[in-house]
């Protein structure tokens, strides 16, 4: 499984962006759930937002609940997270991850195998 994430970039606070994750070689809605994840400078890596499209579930960090969606198109193989209202602490490397599914833990990193190369989000104050 390949995944390429784009939709990074600069926007000051209140802003929009929305990243993409592209997924090849092999991934399958029906097999792969999708993790977002981020990780800002000296910190953890830490659990954004998880699609399960096979189940119709998703899921997000309590911090970015009613600012980001998670979304997928199945005819694409990619899946995407709009992400609204953003702050400053939203300033991270986001990274999309496979796992097959079922995923006991959406948003803990562990059982997610494959990763793309990250997307840098910059938000200004």
């Known amino acids: 499984v390949q995944l390429v994430e784009s939709g990074g970039g600069l926007v000051q606070t209140g802003g929009s962006l929305r990243l993409s994750c592209a997924a090849s070689?092999?991934?399958?809605?029906?097999?792969?759930?999708i993790g977002w994840f981020r990780q800002a400078p000296g910190k953890a890596r830490e659990g954004v937002s998880w699609i399960s499209e096979a189940d119709n579930y998703k899921d997000y960090k309590d911090s970015v609940k009613g600012r980001f969606t998670i979304s997928s198109d199945t005819a694409k193989n990619t899946v995407y997270l709009q992400m609204n209202s953003l702050k400053p602490e939203d300033t991270a490397v986001y990274y999309c991850?496979?796992?097959?599914?079922?995923?006991?833990?959406?948003?803990?990193?562990?059982?997610?195998?494959?990763w793309g190369q990250g997307t840098q989000v910059t938000v200004s104050a």
């Open positions: 991850a496979a796992a097959v599914a079922p995923v006991k833990r959406p948003l803990g990193s562990s059982e997610y195998k494959w």
């Open positions: 070689s092999g991934f399958s809605f029906g097999i792969h759930d």
